[in-house]
């Protein structure tokens, strides 16, 4: 998949990459899991609002599997898939996906299905290429993972095609506010040094553009809104460490602003006075209590994958429940 900036409205970055930031981190993610686990109750409480009782669901982007014990819980009767890009991840969701009661798991597989026991299936793939057929889930749940994709004007027409007629797609992604302090005071050390503007952290979509999206990917009445969190740190270093363990710069290290060509001693020496001056500036930060604030901003949504209207060869398609309505005068 070759990335489209001008499609997608966000700098393109190498989606492999991406996979071998989150393989680096799957051992260490659970030290930053407690962002997605505050989003996934909330995600959960807007749940309870929906009707909805699915048959067959995707956690797309399931990470270590920390959601899928809950939607287990919330939805026990009905088949589970996580899918995610990372493969080191899904060995750690291993565990969560076969999260039952410990002795059932030593059973053979024929004796647990004869005792109902159904864990979630995992794969990987790219959001924007699944494995599925069209149609194989009717509840698709993202959280926190969107964002990671490049592309998601691909991401959202790909969940549409998997999804059935009426499905319900619900999903959190992080908006262009997130990260705004560590953003400043990038630009701030590119200006003192006489630096280019680079890209240091994912360009996060806003929520207008990704309910825009929404619609021209076949589906209806979404529902958009958004919260901003704030996550705050004793020290430049353990805000900096958070970062990383997030994997939240999904670009080449050597596009880096100010790499200049340098090698060697010349670019090590280089690249710790910068760091040394990005410290300074999230130093002068730190709020009266002592904390120096990172910012998060949360979107969610949700919407409905739309009914068709018309057949592949164009005929219009009339629902037995629509017959005898009478038109709107």
């Known amino acids: 998949?070759?990335?489209?900036?001008?499609?997608?409205?966000?700098?393109?970055?190498?989606?492999?990459?991406?996979?071998?930031?989150?393989?680096?981190?799957?051992?260490?993610f659970g030290e930053v899991a407690f962002l997605p686990r505050e989003i996934a109750q909330r995600m959960r409480e807007r749940l309870e609002y929906i009707k909805v009782s699915p048959s067959s669901m995707l956690d797309a982007g399931c990470g270590v599997g920390d959601d899928l014990p809950m939607l287990r819980e919330r939805f026990p009767e009905t088949p589970l898939v996580g899918v995610d890009v990372s493969s080191r991840m899904l060995v750690r969701a291993l565990p969560q996906a076969t999260g039952d009661a410990g002795w059932?798991?030593?059973?053979?597989?024929?004796?647990?299905?004869?005792?109902?026991?159904?864990?979630?299936?995992?794969?990987?793939?790219?959001?924007?290429?699944?494995?599925?057929?069209?149609?194989?889930?009717?509840?698709?749940?993202?959280?926190?993972?969107?964002?990671?994709?490049?592309?998601?004007?691909?991401?959202?027409?790909?969940?549409?095609?998997?999804?059935?007629?009426?499905?319900?797609?619900?999903?959190s992604t992080l908006g262009p506010d997130t990260l705004r302090e560590l953003?400043?005071?990038?630009?701030?050390?590119?200006?003192?040094?006489?630096?280019?503007?680079?890209?240091?952290?994912?360009?996060?979509?806003?929520?207008?553009?990704?309910?825009?999206?929404?619609?021209?990917?076949?589906?209806?009445?979404?529902?958009?809104?958004?919260?901003?969190?704030?996550?705050?740190?004793?020290?430049?270093?353990?805000?900096?460490?958070?970062?990383?363990?997030?994997?939240?710069?999904?670009?080449?290290?050597?596009?880096v602003a100010g790499a200049g060509g340098l090698s060697g001693a010349l670019a090590t020496t280089r690249a710790r006075r910068l760091h040394a001056a990005l410290r300074e500036a999230l130093e002068a930060r730190r709020r009266d209590d002592g904390t120096i604030p990172l910012t998060f901003e949360v979107i969610y949504g949700h919407a409905w994958k739309a009914v068709p209207r018309t057949t592949a060869d164009g005929h219009a398609i009339v629902r037995v429940e629509d017959i005898g309505r009478r038109r709107p005068g």
């Open 183 to 255: 953003r400043g005071a990038y630009a701030e050390v590119e200006v003192a040094h006489g630096l280019p503007a680079g890209a240091h952290v994912i360009d996060f979509v806003d929520m207008h553009d990704l309910g825009d999206m929404l619609v021209e990917s076949g589906f209806e009445i979404p529902v958009m809104d958004q919260e901003t969190l704030t996550i705050t740190y004793k020290s430049p270093e353990s805000l900096l460490a958070d970062v990383r363990r997030w994997g939240a710069y999904p670009h080449r290290r050597d596009d």
């Open 104 to 171: 059932r798991r030593l059973l053979p597989a024929a004796l647990q299905r004869s005792l109902g026991v159904r864990g979630p299936r995992l794969a990987q793939a790219d959001f924007a290429a699944l494995p599925f057929a069209a149609g194989a889930f009717d509840l698709i749940w993202s959280n926190l993972a969107l964002h990671w994709h490049s592309r998601p004007d691909l991401v959202l027409p790909e969940w549409q095609r998997v999804l059935q007629p009426n499905g319900l797609l619900m999903f």
């Open 1 to 28: 998949m070759s990335p489209n900036p001008a499609k997608s409205g966000r700098p393109a970055y190498d989606s492999r990459l991406v996979r071998q930031i989150f393989d680096r981190r799957a051992a260490t």
